[in-house]
C-alpha cells in the first residue's frame, strides 16, 4: 500500500530535509504534534512560513479526519483540482471515493437560473444527495462554497466529519472562514485571504500520512 512519502532513496531524502529546514525556520510553535504535520506539510506545499499562523484546527478536527478516512468516508471537493491533486490509491484503499459537482449540468443549469453560483448549487446537491454527512468536504477555491456549506450545518443539519476551508480570494474568502470557526463541526481552517487547492491538497495528503501512522 502506497504509504504517502517519496518512493526513491533520494526522493524521500530531499522529503527529509525540506521538513528538516521547515522545523527549524518555523522556530516554536503552539500546535499538537499531529497539528503541526499538517501544518508544516501546508508550508512545504507554499514555501509560506506565514501559513504557521493562519492555521486554525478545532479541537476535534485531526482525530474525526482520521476516523472519517479510515471509515472510507466520501471526500467532496468544490472544484475538481482538489481531486486531481489527491492520492487516488491510498483513499481507494480505505473506500473513500472524491466527489465533486461543480460541473454536473443540472447544477450549472441551476445556478444560471437562480443567478447563484455553481459552488453554492454543488453544495446543495451534495446535501440533497445525503453526500455531506460523515463527509470531509475539502473547499479551496470558492468562498460561496464554504459559506453555503456553514448554512447547511446550521440551518438544514448538515453533519459533515471534517470542514477543510481554505478558499482563496479577496470577496467573501476571509469572511466564508471566520463563520467557519463558528461551526459546530470540526474544521481545518488557514484564515485570511491566502488559501487554494494545492492547501487542500497537503491538509488531506498530511490526515492521510497520519492515519497511516495510526494503523502502523
Not at 471566520?178 to 491538497?201: D, Q
Request: hydrophobic share 45%.
Amino acid at each position: 500500500m502506497n504509504d504517502m512519502r517519496q518512493m526513491t532513496l533520494l526522493g524521500r531524502t530531499i522529503e527529509d530535509n525540506s521538513f528538516a529546514i521547515i522545523d527549524r525556520e518555523a522556530g516554536p510553535h503552539g500546535y499538537a504534534p499531529p497539528e503541526w504535520q499538517i501544518v508544516r506539510r501546508v508550508i512545504h506545499a507554499t514555501a509560506d512560513f506565514e501559513f504557521k499562523t493562519l492555521m486554525r484546527f478545532h479541537p476535534d478536527a485531526v482525530t474525526s479526519g482520521i476516523s472519517a478516512l479510515l471509515s472510507g468516508c466520501p471526500i467532496l471537493v468544490d472544484v475538481k483540482m482538489i481531486a486531481a491533486g489527491l492520492n487516488e490509491d491510498r483513499l481507494s484503499s480505505y473506500g473513500c471515493t472524491v466527489q465533486s459537482f461543480i460541473a454536473d449540468d443540472d447544477v450549472i443549469a441551476t445556478a444560471k437560473a437562480n443567478n447563484s453560483t455553481r459552488a453554492i448549487e454543488a453544495m446543495r446537491k451534495a446535501h440533497r444527495l445525503n453526500v455531506l454527512n460523515g463527509a470531509i468536504v475539502a473547499i479551496g477555491n470558492a468562498p460561496t462554497a464554504l459559506l453555503e456549506l456553514a448554512r447547511l450545518v446550521r440551518e438544514e443539519s448538515a453533519r459533515p466529519a471534517l470542514v477543510i476551508g481554505v478558499p482563496v480570494g479577496f470577496v467573501s474568502a476571509a469572511e466564508s472562514k471566520e463563520v467557519t470557526l463558528s461551526l459546530a463541526r470540526p474544521f481545518i481552517v488557514a484564515t485570511g485571504r491566502k488559501g487554494g487547492s494545492p492547501i487542500a491538497v497537503a491538509i488531506i495528503h498530511a490526515l492521510l500520512l497520519l492515519s497511516t501512522e495510526g494503523r502502523s
